[in-house]
């Protein structure tokens, strides 16, 4: 539909407040009258095509991040022949510096302009330095001593993840904000990208050692993997580039068009009360991704047998798979902080059942089944409920801070993965465990009870403790309407300056 040049600024205004409700009947009436593309359209609906290219950016980003959670200690140890506790403080370092990078990077995406936007442009530039670095990371050259074996270990991972992966993971969940105003379409490419992330994650850990044995085996196996994933992520970061437009304009600047310095940004970015909230949030979730490596030891020592380690991961993952597609609805009519509210009371009873015999094979599925049901709404909302943050800063600062605000979240995950994983080994470690003996003793056994199952029961409750008082959703509709009017009169008013 064109747009009616006649209509008066105020007219189109009051237009896109009405748009900003996409389930108005008023919305509907001043879209006929005065037509999509008249004065914030943001929070328009993206097509299919658009959204299937932003959601296939999780199988680049998890054919590079899963590998490494999952199997580069095991590559460091068993075929590079680093010691796995040097290797484990290696990685816990680079977690450190991953999330300090975060923060870095982040206030140079709110300062980026160009034709392509604020986001897009560091996938773009990202992806050869993080593919690049993820097939050099699993290629540790043979000839190498002890020392520069650890050294070149350290440097590749700190270029993939702290640099490369950084820089076009903290771009694509930036994008989320950038590319809709639309609370509700949000959720809808939270839920496609999550899917992809989880189907990607699931694949990768079915099918790499297969690869890596059929290949040959050895150094030469993992090759062949990395060049195999590094290509195929290479190919879906291009997709989100070319597929994807950025609607959201910046508003990173002072009345007379200057950037605002980034000691006022950060003062803004801390003086919003759900910043601490959702970085909290991210921390916990991201605690329990890193202490899911304990889950082989339990499979082993407790239930008795390490090959039901894979049906484990499968009902971890699989209903999730599954639940994410009925979230937009669900969560477009509760809210998402009644849905995790909710979610996080099933997760509690999921983990009160696995406790009433964790040697108990089929209470520890079902259990399991339970708590990942519980799981759904928290990974269907999560980066939506950031963006939501971001625009509770815009509306009570007027500048708005994509960037800032997701290298904090993404900074929380890579501190709560960082500190999960290494709890495990520090905490095994102290319970007495010894990975040569062929029984474990009952300290060791106990510890991982603790790790599996009551970890992830306490920190369900702190997540819903934090979900309660991340109450964003009450202001929601006011603040999206308040949002909408104020891009309009940008729109209507920056082509008379010119």
Known sequence: MAKDSTRTSAEQVRAAVALANEDSLTATLAADAVGEAVADHSGQRLTVRERLAYGIGDVGGNLIFAPISAFLLFYFTDTVGIGAAIAGTLLLFGRIMDGTMDLILGTFIDRTTTKWGKARPWILFSTPVVVISFILLFNVPAGLDETGRQVYAFVMYFLCLGV????????????????????????????????????????????????????GGGQAGWTVVSIIYGAI??????????????????????????????????????????????????????????????????????????????????????????????????????????????????????????????????????????????????????????????????????????????AAATAGQNFGAGLGAALVGWLLAAASYDGLAATQPQSAVGMEIFLYLWLPLIVSLLMGVIIYFLNIDKDLPRMQRDLAARRATTETVRPAAG
């Open 233 to 406: 992520s290479a190919v879906t970061f291009l997709i989100v580039f070319f597929g994807t437009k950025e609607r959201v304009r910046t508003t990173l600047e002072k009345d007379d068009g200057h950037k605002l310095p980034v000691r006022q940004t950060v003062r803004l970015l801390l003086g919003n009360p759900y910043f601490f909230l959702a970085f909290g949030f991210f921390f916990l979730n991201y605690l329990l991704v890193g202490t899911s490596s304990v889950g082989i030891f339990f499979a082993k020592d407790v239930l008795g047998d390490p090959n039901v380690y894979s049906f484990l991961g499968l009902v971890q993952i699989a209903p999730l798979l599954i639940g994410m597609w009925f979230m937009p609805a669900i969560i477009g009519r509760v809210g998402k902080r009644k849905a995790i509210l909710v979610g996080v009371a099933v997760s509690v009873i999921g983990a009160l059942i696995t406790l009433v015999d964790p040697t108990n094979f089929t209470l520890v599925l079902v259990g399991g089944i339970i708590r990942s049901i519980g799981a759904i709404p928290a990974a269907a909302g999560l980066f939506a409920l950031v963006a939501d943050v971001v625009d509770y800063g815009e509306w009570k600062t007027g500048v708005r801070l994509d960037g800032m605000n997701y």
């Open 164 to 215: 490369g992966f950084v820089g076009s993971n903290l771009a694509y969940h930036t994008l989320l904000s950038v590319i809709t105003s639309n609370s509700k379409m949000r959720v809808s490419l939270t839920v496609i990208r999550t899917f992809f992330a989880l189907f990607t994650t699931l694949v990768v850990n079915f099918v790499t050692i297969p690869i890596v044995t059929s290949a």
